[in-house]
């Protein structure tokens, strides 16, 4: 059956997504070079808050929402094999996202937005901010409906027949965004913009703050999904084998989705505002969610296992050395998880009830994020894109050898930055500070891992050029590609018939719905019931 | 023997063997921790106690004259203060080592961080609503109030000082820190 791929689609989307994060990346060096006062010349609260908070919107919402959308629609119609719903809608919301991104960049690039991506309110914004997020996430909805409804049309052609496991997982990822997103979105339109735009006077920040968390947490899933689906279906192909078992990742796919909203409280710790009931109760789902990681993990070094095998490598670990490392897919796929090894251990600190305490808002968690999202996430978006340019282009990688040395160059910057703001946080580091005018005993003993940072932020930013030049060239000038193919990889156990759960979601929405009802549903009606006293606006 | 089930959706026998380690893994987890958090009675600053924050001077419990360290009944000491940009008010704390200090913390502005480092008296102070903070310090010598939550241009500068005394010493401490509330 023939069908158009979203070609044009995936490669608009997608530049966008490394447009914005060429931009971020060279605010991440002026940052990691100014933070420390190294260059006094430099120094400047305004520049420095208002590069911390565009870096933020661009790498957190802008690289993300366009990559995972381009990459959805890619994935719908090639694993498919068919066709985009309702093409000039698709386009509708791409126009839409990006408009909202030119509304929000203005106020950011002029320093009228410098509340940081996490919009921390009373501080305020120009409305134009506000509005262009809600933009933003309003268009990236298209994209979920656009998959849903992609799917369903699948299995009404395919009575019976299993969705192919990329398109189980993206339709999972659309909808886990859009329930996720309503949390943000209640915040934006019903306090953030009409309180900007002078309508009501004052927000309720326990409110705002909760509903934040709504999406704050589950938003990380949102971004790491796409990793996921690459690690599941492109990376055991590109390594020569099989996917060791297809039902497993449908059923970590479900438990992303199941698990992953209902729990962000590990964000509100700290907060005054809820009670440790909820906390606790939050507490334990978060355990929850490490376990669908944790069945990723088995699975996919399993699916490698058996690649390295397939490829004659023989003993304990010999299978290790037999695998492709110079395919940036597999690549990518080691060392996305290595460094999600390290990420998850300080994850496990940050989701305690307890521990929390000590590394809360420390440069610690700006460790743990990088690791996990710039490390984790980001290194196979990399190696999506080197993987999809060619086909999306026509024209084949201009070179291979430049995208493994980027790869394996943001791998040893990720750790050489992260590493160190670990030892920061425990060292009571803040995030999110311009320069350090504390006590003599506090600089002295961060210094050394101030330093580092700085090596990891010019191994990362030489990285960044890199990444951006090879997809630069290989759409410029690159020769015709000899594969245009999508090649998914097949699942060692084939089901005969998969159970109508793990082919479908209705049942998974409905538990999602009730999760939430039951662990969010008073910790906002409270903001109703109690006698609370809003917040006027300041500027920054 | 009772059938895994599992098998319902996994038809390998190693992987649901991981399944299994993987939920034993974070029940084990999630719930030494938990019982740790209940056995030793820490618990995160939730008392959901809301206040008016641009009317803290009129309060009776933040007005100016009446911050900083009171001695309860008990020997327990509670800790009124207020942060507002770019500072926590007062601006110095003395308390003794090994007593129960309880912080009561209200923001006069915006969101703000409270953060002792190397000890676990931190909390998020917001708008709206009163931060309250029980711990008790072991080790004497001088350490610092953080503000480790973006609060405004100013937001490096915000940190005062907190003197931890010998247990010894606490009548004077208490002296002491009622001269800061002058």
């Known amino acids: 059956m023939s069908y158009a791929r979203a070609a044009s689609l995936g490669l608009a989307n997608m530049w966008v997504a490394f447009a914005a994060f060429a931009v971020a990346a060279l605010l991440g060096l002026y940052q990691v070079v100014v933070r420390i006062d190294l260059v006094p010349a430099l120094k400047s609260p305004e520049l420095y808050f208002g590069s911390v908070s565009t870096h933020g919107v661009l790498m957190g919402f802008v690289l993300t929402t366009f990559f995972i959308v381009g990459f959805g629609y890619y994935t719908a119609t090639t694993s498919l094999k068919q066709e985009i719903w309702n093409k000039p809608l698709a386009w509708f919301g791409f126009w839409a996202c990006l408009t909202g991104v030119v509304l929000a960049a203005v106020p950011l690039l002029t320093g009228n937005a410098s509340v940081l991506y996490t919009f921390y309110p009373p501080l305020m914004a120009h409305p134009s901010f506000y509005i262009g997020a809600a933009l933003l996430v309003v268009g990236s909805w298209v994209w979920c409906l656009e998959m849903v409804v992609m799917m369903a049309i699948w299995k009404k052609a395919h009575p019976g027949e299993t969705v192919p496991l990329a398109m189980y997982g993206t339709t999972a990822n659309a909808i886990l965004w859009f329930m996720t997103s309503l949390g943000v979105a209640s915040e934006v339109l019903f306090q953030l913009i009409p309180w900007s735009l002078g309508i009501i006077d004052t927000v309720d920040v326990g409110l705002a703050r909760t509903l934040f968390s709504w999406t704050l947490h589950a938003i990380v899933y949102f971004w790491l999904f796409p990793a996921y689906i690459a690690l599941y279906t492109l990376v055991p192909k590109a390594a020569g084998g099989k996917l060791f078992s297809d039902q497993m990742g449908r059923f970590a796919f479900i438990m992303l989705l199941v698990f992953s909203i209902p729990i962000a409280f590990h964000h509100l710790y700290m907060d005054p505002f809820q009670a440790a009931g909820w906390k606790f109760l939050h507490m334990a789902g978060t355990f929850m969610v490490a376990v669908p990681t944790l069945i990723t993990g088995f699975t996919v070094i399993a699916s490698l296992e058996v690649a390295g095998r397939m490829r004659g490598g023989r003993g304990l670990f010999g299978w290790i050395g037999a695998l492709p490392w110079k395919n940036p897919l597999v690549l990518a796929a080691i060392l996305s998880m290595l460094m999600l090894v390290f990420g998850g251990f300080g994850g496990v600190i940050n989701a305690s009830y307890s521990m929390n305490t000590m590394v809360h808002n420390t440069q610690w968690v700006t460790g743990h994020f990088h690791l996990i999202f710039a490390g984790t996430s980001v290194i196979m978006y990399f190696a999506v894109a080197y993987y999809l340019w060619p086909k999306m282009t026509g024209k084949a990688l201009y070179s291979t050898r430049i995208a493994n040395a980027q790869l394996w160059l943001w791998f040893i910057g990720m750790l050489i930055l992260t590493l160190p703001w670990h030892q920061l946080g425990i060292a009571g580091q803040p995030r999110r500070i311009s320069s350090t005018p504390y006590d003599e005993s506090f600089v002295q003993s961060w210094l050394t891992s101030e330093m580092l940072m700085i090596v990891g932020g010019v191994v990362l930013f030489l990285s960044a050029l890199m990444m951006v030049y090879v997809l630069l060239r290989t759409h410029g000038v690159g020769q015709p590609a000899d594969n245009l193919e999508v090649e998914y990889a097949e699942s060692l156990h084939v089901t005969a018939r998969m159970p109508h759960l793990m082919n479908s979601f209705g049942f998974w929405v409905m538990l999602v719905v009730v999760y939430m009802l039951a662990s969010y549903g008073y910790p906002i009606a409270q903001f109703f019931i109690l006698e609370t006293h809003g917040a006027l606006p300041w500027s920054i | ?182």
């Open chain 2, 1 to 182: 023997m009772m059938r895994d089930p599992f098998r319902a959706i996994c038809d390998d026998d190693l992987e649901r063997r991981w399944i299994w380690i993987s939920l034993i893994m974070a029940f084990v987890m999630g719930g030494l921790l938990g019982l740790y958090a209940v056995a030793s009675n820490i618990h995160p600053p939730s008392n959901v106690e809301t206040i008016d924050s641009t009317r803290l001077h009129l309060s009776d419990e933040f007005a100016e004259e009446n911050l900083g360290v009171k001695e309860n009944a008990d020997g327990s000491l509670t800790v009124t203060m207020v942060a507002a940009r770019y500072g926590f008010y007062p601006p110095v704390i003395e308390v003794p080592a090994n007593t129960p200090v309880k912080f009561r913390v209200a923001s006069a502005d915006v969101l703000h961080g409270f953060h002792v480092p190397f000890t676990n008296a931190a909390t998020m102070v917001v708008p709206g609503y009163i931060s309250e903070v029980n711990t008790a310090f072991p080790r004497e010598g001088e350490y610092s109030f953080l503000c480790n939550e973006y609060c405004g241009l100013g937001h490096d500068s915000m940190w005062s000082r907190l003197v931890v005394v010998p247990k010894s010493a606490e009548t004077t401490a208490g002296n002491s820190a009622r001269g800061n509330n002058s």
